[in-house]
């Protein structure tokens, strides 16, 4: 391919609209799901009754300088105002609802909520830890989300109005909680302005072309980013499993089996462990699949067959084992590798424009 060409691929298409929209509304949903479940339990996990208090998350995080918005004030006035605002960010991002400010908005409170208790979770929160912050950086309301539907009758994004009234509040809100503490929130905050700006007084100059590029390439960036991360996420887990002798001599899906945390179906489970050769091809099966993954995927021919076979794995680990909001995560993540045409099968594309 011509250099010339390829950045000029880089720079002016964002790739995987499709995808990026099932990643964002994906992840959107798993953690609003998980919070919603949790909700009973939500000061004793993350707000003023937990075991894991703030003087002890405040020596951790002096420590590893992890971000939580949770320790800028205590009380439980102030986490149940981040716990409920994560549900309805996780709400919008899902909806794809002014998705910068949205999208921001999730990763602020995904990171919040899980810094501030680092004991709480089932492996599928650290999988939208990280897809949160990537998610920031990507295009990801391009198709299916309110703002793809706004942008045909001129109303989108930070141009309207009513972007303005969020951004204003937005920059109140951090101006009233934190001031000069995230000098990274005010970053993006001053990039929405400066977008708007341009996007109202030189729509069809060289910044905007310039700023519309720039966005362009994070996207790529973005998107990249996180289709490497999920190979990286299978590959470790199966080299990590040759390493064990269970998996080598192919027993160790029968300890989860009958183990009671592990068997919300204790009769199912019963049944599929007194088969040793199902656990034993159950369990070589696994491991050749994670290991092999980062290889198969990039196959056009074999993609569609293993995201297939991915996709019935994790439907059973969310049955079986009793981890759905694991299974979630991860079936979202799968779907940055879909086919774009088999997505554009799926609902309609009514209102697609370049977000």
């Not at 190979?231 to 998996?247: C, D, E, F, M, P």
């Amino acid at each position: 391919m011509n250099p010339r060409h390829a950045v000029a691929q880089f720079t002016g298409r964002a790739v995987g609209p499709y995808q990026a929209a099932v990643v964002r509304i994906g992840f959107g949903l798993a953690w609003a799901a998980y919070l919603l479940r949790e909700w009973p339990e939500r000061r004793v996990l993350y707000g003023d009754r937990a075991p894991w208090s703030d003087e002890l998350a405040a020596r951790l995080l002096a420590g590893t300088h992890a971000f939580t918005v949770l320790g800028w004030q205590h009380g439980r006035l102030w986490s149940e105002l981040v716990y409920h605002l994560a549900i309805a960010a996780a709400v919008l991002f899902a909806l794809g609802w002014h998705t910068r400010a949205s999208g921001v908005l999730f990763a602020v409170t995904v990171l919040s909520l899980q810094n501030r208790d680092v004991l709480v979770g089932d492996g599928g929160d650290n999988v939208v830890h990280l897809m949160a912050l990537y998610l920031v950086l990507v295009r990801s309301a391009q198709v299916w989300s309110l703002d793809a539907r706004r942008r045909p009758a001129g109303r989108g994004g930070w141009a309207s109005w009513g972007g303005v009234v969020l951004w204003v509040v937005l920059g109140a809100a951090l101006a009233a909680t934190a001031p000069g503490w995230t000098p990274w929130l005010w970053g993006l905050w001053a990039v929405a302005g400066v977008w708007w700006g341009v996007d109202r007084w030189r729509p069809g100059g060289e910044l905007r072309a310039v700023l519309d590029a720039l966005a362009t390439m994070l996207h790529n960036c973005g998107m990249l980013v996180i289709a490497v991360q999920t190979a990286l996420i299978y590959s470790t887990a199966g080299w990590y499993k040759v390493q064990g002798s269970r998996w080598q001599d192919g027993t160790a899906l029968y300890y989860p089996l009958h183990l009671g945390l592990f068997t919300p179906w204790p009769g199912l489970s019963a049944l599929l462990g007194s088969s040793l050769l199902l656990v034993f091809l159950l369990s070589y099966g696994t491991v050749v699949l994670q290991v092999g993954f980062p290889f198969l995927v990039f196959n056009r021919r074999l993609k569609n067959v293993l995201l297939v076979v991915m996709m019935l794995e994790h439907a059973g680990i969310a049955v079986l084992l009793g981890l759905p909001f694991f299974s979630l995560a991860m079936l979202a993540a799968d779907a940055v590798f879909l086919p774009t045409a088999w997505l554009r099968r799926g609902p309609t594309s009514e209102g697609l424009s370049a977000a």
